[in-house]
């Protein structure tokens, strides 16, 4: 399989194509777009080893959409549509991922916490800036998380909007986690998720997932402000690109929720 690599250095307003490996710190290190996998692109097209060349840290799923992906201090893994909590071997490809070397810019504690919104309206404080990328880490005691995940899928292929109207909805209580995912600017979408996309990793491996709700006990949130983009897109992902962006944007806001 071949890619096209991109390089959007957001600091210059530059954009260039490059065959050379991304810069290794202050990079998100993306495979494909949020736009592709509404649009039903679920083949694994990069494998979890490469990812691990890029970055320590990020969220994805996995080929064919089997699942939430969770990578945490440079082990990846895969949350299924049991809810089971599974380390993946480095030959493992994903349709859609995004990565970086997480490098904490600031840190800071909070508690109680009564839902994910209160969550965002904490952290949105802290951000210096919306036009750039933050890797967020969140580390702590949760009275309760709600994650989802996403099950195998099989061609021809259906939308993502269709793949979350039945996906498997977990609930945990009084359990100690991480949240690992990103924030990230309105000019963003289409390539990803603007605004927070955050997945859940219990420390027992208990169980995990996308996350749609939490109430915090305490915690501590990490930023590592990330200004550069490099993006990899698969050689089929022109296909995907025919869907009004409207009716996109409808779609992942539905997905995402």
């Known amino acids: ?5 991109w390089t959007l250095l957001l600091g210059v307003a530059t954009l260039t194509m490059t065959v050379s490996r991304a810069a ?5 290190f993306q495979a494909s777009t949020i736009s592709a996998l509404l649009d039903g692109d679920y083949d694994g097209h990069i494998s979890c080893g490469t990812l691990k060349t890029h970055g320590d840290f990020g969220i994805g799923t996995f080929d064919r959409l089997d699942g939430e992906m ?15 909590v599974c380390k993946m071997p480095d030959d493992a490809t ?19 916490l ?16 919306k036009n750039i990328f933050y890797a967020i880490r969140v580390t702590g005691e949760f009275s309760h998380v709600k994650t989802r995940s996403v099950p195998k899928q099989s061609k021809p292929y259906p939308r993502l909007a269709e793949v979350t109207k ?17 924030w990230c600017p309105d000019f963003a979408q289409g390539v990803n998720v603007p605004g927070y996309h ?5 420390d027992d491996h208990s169980g995990g997932g996308h996350l749609l709700d939490c109430r915090v006990l305490k915690a501590e949130v ?12 698969p050689e089929n992902v022109n296909a995907a690109m025919s869907t009004d962006p409207g009716k996109r944007a409808a779609e992942l806001k539905k997905a995402e929720q």
């Open 166 to 182: 039945t996906e498997p909805v977990f609930e945990y209580g009084n359990i100690k986690g991480t949240l690992v995912g990103f």
């Open 114 to 129: 009564t839902n994910f919104d209160a969550l965002r309206a904490v952290i949105d404080q802290h951000l210096p800036s």
């Open 24 to 28: 290794d710190h202050g990079t998100l």
């Open 222 to 233: 990490s930023i590592d402000t990330t200004t550069n983009l490099y993006l990899v897109l």
């Open 1 to 5: 399989m071949h890619f096209r690599q």
């Open 70 to 84: 969770i990578e945490l201090d440079g082990q990846v893994y895969q949350v299924n549509a049991q809810g089971k």
């Open 94 to 112: 994903l349709p859609f991922a995004a990565v970086t070397w997480f490098e904490s810019d600031m840190t800071f504690e909070v508690a109680a």
């Open 198 to 202: 955050l997945h859940f990793l219990a």
